[in-house]
């Protein structure tokens, strides 16, 4: 299994990991639809909406660039290698976006951010084969499991993330 896991804002641990295989697959198996507002019956009558993937304000997981050994470098994500020199050329002395503001957790380029910063159903099938069905399954999985390797699991950002996705009426 290759594990695969880039640390900006469309990626985590989740959204990346997964077998090369996976990607390459020539057949899928049969799904239920899984568009962000389908009813998914959980039995005894009850429904619920899946979660829709939306940015938890002050956060910041995702700028945290260099995340250790665990995660795939971006030589094993990109193609291009203008897009790695790119990547590289982001990331700080203390491994963080040199772009990341620490004391408003926001980023200083944000309307000129590179594409790859962007979570969104092209740049997920670009960078790893997951289509726009499944975008907003992975996506929520991606930063579940990068504000996790960055915040910890009991941390508040974790906790903010999943009231985000959950709370679908506000944004």
Known sequence: ???????????GSRCATFEARERKAK???????????????????????????RCAKECGACCKLQKGPSFASPEEIFHDPSDVQLYRSLIGPDGWCKHFEKTTRTCSIYSERPYFCHTEPHIFRELYGIDEKRFNKEACSCCRDT???????????LDNFNHAIRNQDSS
């Open 27 to 53: 057949h899928k198996a049969p799904t239920k639809g899984n568009d962000a507002r389908s009813r998914v019956s959980l039995g005894f009558g009850a429904d619920r909406k899946e979660p829709l993937w």
């Open 147 to 157: 504000i996790e390797a960055v915040y910890g699991v009991h941390s508040k950002e």
């Open 1 to 11: 299994m290759t594990t695969l896991v880039l640390g900006t804002a469309s990626t």
